[in-house]
């Protein structure tokens, strides 16, 4: 069956460092993959999504990078901030007419000053 | 746009009692999903509808679960009888259409006593 797991429940690093979550999947074959933001008591929020195609997509301080060889996603946030503490989650998603999208348990990233 | 709202936004109910969560989609977005969110599982699909038509009802756990899509604008995750193990927080999330990025509502917080 389809399984994605990310890296750890929970990563803690120091303001100004870069944080990187890990996002790997197996039994998949997904044609583009979604990060996404979820703070305490909120839905998640997009911000990101690349294609099978695509080895890099960058937004501001945010890096995606998809290895389909690997089976892996990274997702990097550079120069990190106390506000960049949140829960971050990965959803591998099917192209075509299936277009169901599945998340990881996700990686609560904490940002310490 | 005020984007995807539900409700309501939390809900308590005792063992037994049918709940229905409800769910407005943006306009436009062709694609509903119902995901539920609890600490040992994540975040797991349901249902989605694609144009009013359910595709894939896979994830709903049991026959105690329905859902429906009237009209675009609309749709219900019915819960009868519901039992405390369905305690959980509910999300719908709207596509504006498959393959692209989701846009979530806040949740319904469902506690079952």
């Known amino acids: 069956s389809q399984k994605i797991e990310q890296n750890s429940e929970a990563l803690n690093i120091q303001e100004g460092k870069t944080a990187t979550l890990t996002c790997n999947y197996t039994?998949?074959?997904?044609?583009?993959l979604q990060w996404y933001r979820q703070d305490p008591g909120r839905g998640p929020v997009f911000l990101l999504l690349?294609?099978?195609?695509?080895k890099e997509k960058r937004k501001e301080r945010l890096k995606v990078t998809f290895d389909t060889t690997l089976k892996q996603s990274l997702f990097h946030i550079t120069a990190s901030q106390p506000a960049d503490s949140a829960t971050y989650l990965c959803a591998p998603g099917k192209g075509g007419s299936q277009g169901n999208l599945i998340f990881g348990k996700g990686t609560k990233l904490s940002v310490k000053p | 746009d005020a984007g995807v709202i539900q409700s309501p936004r939390h809900e308590v109910t005792e063992m037994g009692q049918e709940v229905t969560l409800r769910c407005k989609p943006i306009s436009g977005h062709n694609s509903l999903f119902w995901y539920r969110q609890t600490m040992m599982r994540g975040l797991e699909l349901l249902i989605y509808f694609n144009n009013n038509v359910p595709i894939d009802d896979s994830g709903m756990p049991e026959d105690r679960f329905s859902a429906k899509m009237p009209n675009a604008s609309f749709s219900t995750l019915k819960i009868q009888p519901s039992e405390p193990r369905d305690s959980a927080v509910y999300f719908c999330a709207t596509f504006r259409m498959m393959n692209t990025e989701a846009f979530f509502g806040q949740g319904t917080r469902l506690t079952v006593v």
């Open positions: 039994n998949y074959s997904p044609a583009y």
């Open positions: 690349i294609r099978e195609n695509e």
